[in-house]
């Protein structure tokens, strides 16, 4: 008796681009020198953000341009609590996370009642304003010229600062992997599925008796607590924090990523990340000043050659079963 050819030849899929991420993150630190390792930390900040956007876009149906905002909270909670002596790395996430959360109940309160271009405007409008009210209040944030010497953290209490490019990526790289685990599992359960029904059927949603503005006011808050998490590693990164962290610049570039990883993956969203800072730092070396045309080449390419992004990619393998039997 032979097994059905149609078995034999049943496709595999193979996530290659999370594959050959994980690789390379674990062998960044012994390949690149202190610049190349500060970038991936870097990269690895800006794809959380990147990662609570695609809560918005890509489950919950509301681009946002003003996700920047509870990034910049969170950062700004970082440096305070160093200034004020608390320097243990899981205590400012924690911290970070909960105000960036608070911060995005209030606001989401706005903007949660709004849908597309409204919705866009209104973030815009509500990052704007935050970044205004961060360069004007001196005595908390150091106003635009920022806050500087942020002192190094401790990843936990009675452990020793990080004080190299090494630890600090190594740490970095830690908490993004934690998190974005945690939020994986959220949206690969029947929360994910919730959203996506709110996106695509709303009205359905609603004449079925589903609170849909509360539930994505919920994933408004939870997008915003994910940003300030990112805020506060892009803190450890830089020991720097100024209102430019959330310019409108970087709302823009983070919604990018989305669009060129995926817009419903969390990895897709890391990954749209990494080719954001690899451009802007590394591919725009030899065309100087020409950053901004080569991310635009990039983002024309990714919504013709690639319209589920990055994260998208797979390859087909056949699948081998026994012979006759």
């Known amino acids: 008796m032979r097994i059905p050819a149609v078995l034999l030849s049943r496709p595999v899929r193979i996530g290659v681009p999370g594959a050959a991420l994980a690789v390379f993150l674990l062998i960044a630190p012994s390949s690149f ?27 919950s149906g509301l681009p946002t341009m003003g996700q920047a905002a509870p990034f910049l909270v969170g950062a700004y909670t970082a440096g305070v609590m160093s200034t004020h002596g608390h320097t243990v790395g899981v205590l400012q996430l924690l911290c970070g996370t909960l105000v960036a959360a608070v911060f995005a109940a209030a606001t989401g309160l706005v903007a949660i009642r709004t849908r597309g271009v409204a919705f866009l405007m209104t973030t815009l409008a509500l990052g704007e304003l935050t970044v205004t009210a961060a360069g004007e209040w001196r005595s908390l ?4 010229d920022g806050m500087y010497g942020i002192t190094a953290i401790q990843p936990l209490p009675g452990m020793a600062a990080l004080s190299s490019d090494r630890s600090i990526y190594w740490f970095v790289l830690t908490a993004t992997v934690v998190v974005i685990a945690v939020v994986w599992w959220v949206l690969r359960s029947p929360v994910g599925k919730l959203l996506l029904a709110c996106r695509d059927h709303e009205a359905r949603m609603r004449s079925a008796g589903h609170p849909v503005t509360r539930y994505q006011w919920l994933a408004y808050v939870a997008a915003g607590a994910l940003a300030g998490f990112g805020g506060v590693l892009m803190c450890t990164v830089n020991a720097y924090v100024s209102p430019d962290d959330g310019s409108f610049s970087n709302s823009a570039l983070v919604l990018l990523a989305v669009v060129l990883g995926g817009a419903i993956s969390p990895l897709g969203a890391l990954l749209g990340a990494g080719l954001i ?30 319209p589920d992004g990055v994260a998208g990619i797979r390859f087909r393998v056949p699948k081998r079963r026994g012979g006759p039997a």
């Open 277 to 306: 800072v690899a451009t802007q730092d590394w591919l725009s070396g030899p065309f100087p000043g020409h950053g901004p045309l080569l991310l635009g080449l990039m983002f024309i390419v990714a919504v013709y050659a690639l």
């Open 141 to 144: 944030t150091g106003g635009t």
């Open 33 to 59: 020198d202190g610049y190349g390792i500060s970038l991936m930390s870097k990269a690895l900040a800006l794809g959380v953000l990147a990662v609570s956007v695609s809560i918005l876009a890509g489950y």
